[in-house]
């Protein structure tokens, strides 16, 4: 099940007051194989677009299961998204952690308020399956594979829609799928000669392995700074929506990120964290066309650390 375009317009409404509605801009790179115009989800409140879809989500739970608490999954971008907006409920939220997340980003949830319960990545993707986790009350928020956080996330594509409606292709980082398949319904409705690519890392790219093979296929998997997305399989429902909106996935070098990385500070001036950069790393590669391509930086929260020695050239994975 995809969101409808009801669906998004609806979700626009929804979110308005905790989710910003964020600049397209142009990136100034002559050299660039391609236009390339960047869509800061990275200056959301919690810095990433996971904002939307936790908003749309639980604005669609009824009051009285919302003040159980929220439970949700995430190695920390979702986990803000959701813990940002059970704070403006005041309500409880937990987070099923796994024990790879940056430290940057743990801190940040526990700011918001929510309660971390950090787990082996292997037990963490099982939460995303069961979409519970044993002794945790709460409704559970799935980060990806639900209607309404695509939903939510596809506001994204209605936004990219106004700003520049001859876009020729959208290069979406993917994670879970939450984010492509969201931007792709809207894209798909609106404009269906337009190319979408989903973006992956070298690191851990199932949606290629995937699309490649007909069906999810298990794939090596290895922590490294681009942190935000990558796994080892996708999960099936996922594949299938990624099939009908989806022209492929671009698979990217660890190098070729951080030099996006690089490239977003000094010519644009936005702060990417990896998985925010991988899009641009995709679009730079070339193949994502050559006509105006649009870039999703989906966020920006990255350890200072390793920012700096991702701009030193001193961080390699």
């Given at each position: 099940?995809l969101?409808?375009?009801?669906d ?16 397209l801009?142009?990136?100034?790179a002559?050299?660039?194989p ?14 990433s ?40 409920r ?14 940057a980003?743990l ?5 918001l ?5 950090q ?18 009350a709460g ?19 209605l ?14 980082p ?14 798909r ?28 296929v298990?794939?090596?998997y290895?922590?490294?700074f ?23 996935s671009?698979?990217?070098?660890l190098?070729?990120?951080?030099s996006?990385v ?47 020695g ?8």
């Amino acid at each position: 099940m995809l969101p409808t375009p009801d669906d998004l317009h609806e979700a626009r409404d929804r979110i308005r007051g905790l989710a910003r509605r964020t600049p397209l801009i142009r990136l100034d790179a002559p050299d660039a194989p391609a236009e390339i115009w960047l869509k800061l989800e990275c200056l959301q409140p919690i810095g990433s677009f996971k904002i939307r879809g936790a908003a749309n989500a639980m604005g669609q739970i009824a009051a009285a299961d919302l003040a159980r608490g929220v439970v949700t999954a995430s190695a920390g971008n979702m986990a803000q998204g959701v813990a940002w907006c059970a704070s403006a409920r005041r309500i409880p939220c937990t987070v099923i952690a796994p024990d790879t997340a940056p430290a940057a980003k743990l801190s940040a949830i526990e700011r918001l308020g929510a309660r971390i319960i950090q787990v082996p990545f292997d037990r963490w993707w099982q939460t995303f399956q069961e979409r519970r986790y044993p002794g945790v009350a709460g409704t559970f928020i799935h980060a990806f594979d639900d209607p309404r956080v695509m939903a939510g996330n596809g506001t994204i594509g209605l936004e990219i829609l106004e700003d520049l409606p001859d876009a020729e292709s959208v290069v979406i980082p993917w994670g879970g799928g939450g984010l492509a398949c969201g931007i792709g319904a809207a894209m798909r409705a609106n404009s269906p000669s337009c190319g979408l690519f989903a973006a992956e890392a070298e690191t851990g790219a199932p949606l290629a392995a995937a699309l490649a093979a007909g069906q999810p296929v298990p794939v090596d998997y290895r922590p490294s700074f681009v942190d935000g997305i990558g796994s080892r399989q996708v999960f099936p429902q996922m594949l299938e929506r990624a099939r009908t909106l989806l022209d492929g996935s671009i698979v990217v070098s660890l190098a070729g990120v951080a030099s996006a990385v690089g490239i977003l500070a000094e010519r644009a001036h936005v702060v990417a964290e990896g998985a925010g950069a991988c899009a641009l790393a995709a679009a730079m590669s070339g193949r994502a066309g050559k006509g105006k391509v649009v870039c999703v930086v989906s966020g920006g929260n990255i350890d200072l650390d390793l920012y700096a020695g991702l701009l030193a050239g001193k961080q390699t994975a």
